[in-house]
């Protein structure tokens, strides 16, 4: 499921450019996809983590791959740019019960290796995002149809759906609590919850912001445009290794200072494209920004899954909104930028300002803990 759903995210950051030049809409209008898809991931998950932990996980992952599906088919379709974000909510809807509910059904059911197991999804995560940028680059290039592209990808999505059905998922014992509004409400008063979830809103923005716009950044460049064929796909190749090498560091190193060195390391990684002046030395901030910023999703979502276990369904849905508001907001913001005076150059300074933002909250973390 994360390989598939990575599969369709890779791909955004290739085929918007060719859905800008389909329908005429520039960098700026173009950022409204991400807008439009994360207003449907929002309540999507929120939702889903809800009735996930009153019906349990299997029937809610179900509902939101047949949404996925058929808002995909939708997407593919569509004869306008407006029509496609009409359709884009209900795909980020259908990705957001998917994943926030798997996220939590894996909590369920290995909490003795809940860091490990989750970190092993996020390679999963990264292969798919690795392979499909350069997949999709060379499919446009060859002269299919981006609609082929995002179709593919849902009939990808239905075999999963189908194998999925029959697949037995074992009853949780239940936690004796209720979910109701009100242990949501109780979370948001601990304030390592909300220091968790800031953490996950900069995490979200730095990352998907930084590599859905670095292919049109480079572009901009000279010579940039025959890095932009490999530049997401390296961003992921290095995530992946990355979260391999993270998956043995988080058995010995505190997963919050862990999380903090990384993010630190990441923004600067990210804070090095400002200043390079050729398309080679991006790819190597891009590779850096990668390897760096590969573990520390796990360290957040670890953490939360084991501080709030009674209600993980409720804490992932948390997680999973500021996640789509961190992302929403970070990558508008960076189209609309790109298109002032400052340009491409001055929206890159977002991605390392989050990454920034994401060591101060799990340095305040770790230092409540330490008084």
């Not at 290796?113 to 995002?129: C, D, W, Y």
């Not at 530049?231 to 995530?239: K, R, T, Y």
Request: one cysteine or more.
């Amino acid at each position: 499921m994360n390989l598939i759903y990575a599969v369709y995210f890779g791909v955004i950051g290739v085929t918007l450019p060719t859905l800008g030049l389909a329908f005429h809409v520039g960098a700026g209008e173009q950022g409204q996809f991400f807008v439009a898809n994360f207003g449907g991931f929002i309540p999507g998950v929120a939702l889903s983590g809800f009735l996930s932990d009153r019906f349990g996980r299997k029937p809610v992952i179900l509902i939101g791959m047949l949404l996925f599906i058929g808002a995909t088919l939708a997407f593919a379709s569509a004869q306008s740019f407006a029509l496609c974000l009409i359709a884009v909510p209900f795909i980020g809807a259908g990705s957001g019960a998917m994943l926030a509910v798997a996220n939590a059904l894996i909590s369920d059911l290995y909490r003795e290796k809940r860091s490990e197991i989750l970190n092993f999804t996020q390679v999963m995560f990264g292969a798919g995002a690795a392979i499909s940028p350069y997949l999709a680059n060379r499919l446009l290039e060859a002269g299919v149809s981006w609609r082929v592209i995002y179709t593919a990808i849902a009939v990808a999505v239905a075999l999963l759906t189908a194998f999925f059905v029959f697949q037995k998922v074992p009853a949780m014992p239940s936690t004796g609590e209720p979910i109701r509004l009100g242990v949501l409400k109780t979370m948001l008063r601990n304030p390592h919850f909300r220091l968790l979830n800031l953490a996950q809103f900069c995490y979200a923005g730095a990352e998907v912001a930084f590599f859905q716009w670095i292919t049109t950044y480079l572009v901009q460049m000279p010579g940039g445009a025959s890095a932009k064929m490999t530049a997401v796909s390296l961003f992921w190749v290095c995530m992946t290794i990355g979260r391999i090498i993270n998956g043995k560091l988080i058995r010995y190193y505190p997963r919050i200072l862990l999380g903090a060195s990384l993010a630190m390391l990441g923004g600067l990684a990210q804070m090095s494209v400002f200043f390079a002046k050729t398309p080679t030395f991006v790819l190597v901030s891009i590779a850096l920004s990668g390897l760096f910023l590969s573990g520390i999703y796990t360290c957040i979502i670890s953490e939360v899954g084991d501080r709030f276990s009674h209600a993980s369904g409720t804490a992932f849905g948390a997680v999973g909104v500021v996640s789509g508001l961190g992302i929403a907001l970070s990558t508008w913001i960076m189209g609309v930028i790109s298109e002032t005076s400052v340009g491409w150059t001055g929206a890159m300074l977002i991605p390392p300002t989050l990454a920034f933002g994401v060591a101060f909250c799990l340095w305040k973390i770790n230092r409540r803990e330490a008084q």
